[in-house]
């Protein structure tokens, strides 16, 4: 399924009219029942209930007078509430608006005190909430009166259902410039948007559904969208499925380069993924004073020492050299889990990127390595996939947390053509961004995932997919099968689980997505 951001279903809106014939009214008609029986199905039904809708002056009030109407029709009472001007209505906003009017509902503006205190007594006693005030093209700081009716619905705790977006949430960038709406269910017209998936917007969009709302299938899958969910079935689509004389030498010789004195963890978890999700053969090169730890720790993975002259950690020309060694018969390497940052490790980093030559996965301390040497990622002899988390990816651009959350996708779409490399940026929604522009989005993962190690097993998991379906789009079905097992770890640990759950469960993940190909 794509992505939208709001010029974009703009666009197709308008196709729908001028292409298609269909009305502007129809579309509305159609949102505005789909939100009536999705607000039923939040509280059980709707007959004999209280729903309290208020709608904008926009198209997302026409849709929330649809709902109303409909609402009413399946038995509801409805309190309505207007927070903009009629005069100003588009024809199809006019018509519902009037349709309610030649039923009898009393539409109540928000002007006098008295106003006010309706709306509060209506919260107080209703059932649920229709939120319908702002559409797709809300940016910056709220005018006080929608300000005001914002603060109210949320202090109410009342459920609500938000109609395409979350009133104070940006379309494109999920960013909420003040307040918003802290709705139990959003209702996607169309597409889904950035603004549902990334930053504060996710976390005000709850559960987000998502209906056509009678757009022809043709313009929502439109190849003009640069932006994708993962969903299962288009991960299932990217792994081929594996043929009955493979053996290990052709299911992927995955090598990494990983841990340092104090930081074995992470070099074990990624190294377990990578054979967790299919890999063949797994080679593990360490500085040579871990050796013992990790040899003794992992039995199917083949560790091998590289000389760190007791410093348990990687640098220097010999280790250098080891490493391009056992690269050249690989047909991948991951390098960065738990490596260190000392400044013999970071050069130690960049010398090896400039020289292998196989598909190169980088995590973590390795990318740490390239923070003030970013020129170098574009020069080296393959297009690099980096797996920052939000933290990492920010520093290695030189810029604030913040600054990247503002407008990740966008953020992550210039860092990936400036320095030819594939993003993964790991956040509560992580995104895979290429070089050419193209974006994915995960549907999968939970906010137990945030532990220690997780990072590692995505690594590992992308690394570990290599020769097991093209190279390129590892990070897609990698970051669907990690969070996948992350949601399968979920049912059992909550909050609880660690990394070692989500490694454990890879290999059922992986199992779904072959058996949804057949």
Known sequence: MNVSFAEDMRRID????????????????????????EAAAMIDGAADKVFTVFAGGGNNGGDAFAAARHLMNMGARVKLFFTGEEERLSEAARAMHDALRAMGVEIRPLVSDRDWDRLRVSLRFTDAVVDGILGTGTHGELRKPVLRVIEEINAAGRPVIAIDIPSGVEADTGRIGSI????????????????????????????????????????????????????????????????????????????????????????????????????????????????????????????????????????????????????????????????????????????????????????????????????????LPQVPILTPHLGEFAALLGKTVDEVEDDLLGVAREAAH?????????????????????????TCGNAGMATAGAGDVLAGTIAGLMRQMESGMTPIVGVYAHGRAGDLAYEYNGNGLVAGDILELLPRALKELTNTMV
């Open 14 to 37: 308008e196709t729908v009219v001028k292409d298609y014939g269909l009305p502007a009214i129809a579309l509305m008609e159609n949102a505005g029942r789909r939100t009536a029986e």
């Open 180 to 379: 918003a709406v802290r709705a139990e269910r959003t209702l996607a017209l169309g597409l889904p948007k950035v603004g549902h998936l990334l930053g504060a917007g996710a976390n005000a969009a709850g559960q987000l559904l998502v209906d056509d709302i009678g757009i022809p299938r043709a313009l929502l899958e439109g190849e003009a969208l640069r932006q994708s969910l993962i969903t299962r079935e288009a991960a299932a689509k990217l792994l081929p499925a594996r043929a009955r004389d493979v053996h290990k030498g052709t299911c992927g010789r995955i090598l990494m380069l990983a841990g340092s004195l104090g930081m074995t963890g992470a070099a074990a978890l990624a190294a377990e993924a990578a054979l967790r999700i299919g890999a063949g053969l797994v080679t593990l090169a360490v500085p040579e004073r871990l050796y013992p730890v990790l040899a003794a720790k992992l039995t199917e993975v083949m560790v091998v020492p590289v000389p760190d002259e007791g410093a348990g950690c990687f640098g220097g020309m010999k280790a250098l050299e080891a490493a391009l060694s056992l690269a050249q018969n690989m047909d991948a390497v991951l390098i960065g889990p738990g490596l260190g940052r000392k400044a013999e490790t970071s050069e130690f980093v960049r010398l090896f990127a400039a020289d292998v030559k196989v598909p190169l996965v980088m995590d973590a301390d390795a990318i740490a390595a390239f923070q003030g040497h970013l020129d170098a990622l574009r020069d």
């Open 418 to 442: 400036a320095h030819q490399a594939v993003f993964v940026v790991k956040s509560a929604c992580t995104i895979v961004v290429y070089p050419d522009g193209d974006a994915f989005f995960t």
